[in-house]
């Protein structure tokens, strides 16, 4: 049972380019969400699904894009990369908005 | 908009001593949860707490939920090296369901 997935670990950007994080989980949880973590700042929300078909802002959704195509994955797009989206990603999903579990976490640095 | 803070930040103790963080808020949560997360991983959940004046009891690691649901705090008796990592307090929204995260607390133990 591989959980929450997500790639890559690590990514550098130039700034401007444009790049999309993959998360998938194999425990058919409908709620799935996006986090970044920067020091000292916990982790903020960006955006979450409650469903295939169903996505909604979190709390510093600007930049980014979601779908949710299938249960399974919800992967996270950047447009064009900026220098303030240097933080740590992460996903993770729940059944039914209760206990999280996370993936390991994208680390990306935009140059 | 819905804050919870963290204190300490950061904590750096030696091996057998015992510790206290504290998680405020001056909003209502229906539920708190305690995560844990360890370099390079995503968190993992603790505990969670419903109940206004819940306590609850993980080996060395005692929980409580304020009387009013707008704060907790985590005990660790006696702590050990294999203790150290981030931990998190997240506050499950009444209004919003959202989940909210504190900044976090950094735990170091010196053996």
């Known amino acids: 049972n591989a959980g929450v997935t997500q790639t890559p670990k690590f990514q550098v950007l130039k700034t401007g380019q444009s790049m999309t994080l993959q998360c998938a989980q194999d425990?058919?949880?409908?709620?799935m969400s996006w986090y970044r973590q920067d020091p000292g700042m916990g982790l903020r929300l960006i955006h979450y699904?409650?469903?295939?078909?169903?996505?909604d802002q979190g709390e510093v959704p600007n930049g980014y894009n979601v779908s949710r195509s299938t249960t399974e994955d919800f992967p996270l797009r950047l447009l064009s990369a900026a220098p303030s989206q240097t933080s740590v990603y992460f996903c993770?999903?729940?059944?039914?908005?209760?206990?999280?579990?996370f993936g390991s976490g994208t680390q990306l640095s935009v140059l | 908009t819905q804050l919870l803070e963290q204190s300490p930040q950061f904590l750096s103790i030696q091996e057998g001593e015992n510790l206290t963080v504290y998680c405020n808020s001056s909003s209502v949560f229906s539920s708190l949860q305690w995560y844990r997360q360890e370099p390079g991983e995503g968190p993992v959940l603790l505990v969670t707490?419903?109940?206004?004046?819940e306590v609850k009891k993980l080996k060395r690691l005692t929980f409580q939920f304020g009387d009013a649901r707008k704060d907790s705090s985590l005990h660790i008796t006696a702590a050990q090296p294999g203790d150290t990592g981030l931990y998190l307090c997240?506050?499950?929204?009444?209004?919003?369901?959202?989940?909210?995260f504190g900044q976090g607390t950094t735990l170091q133990v010196k053996p």
């Open positions: 997240a506050g499950r929204s009444g209004n919003t369901g959202k989940l909210i």
């Open positions: 699904s409650v469903g295939a078909g169903i996505t």
């Open positions: 993770a999903s729940s059944k039914d908005r209760g206990r999280l579990f």
């Open positions: 707490v419903v109940t206004g004046g």
């Open positions: 425990m058919n949880h409908e709620y």
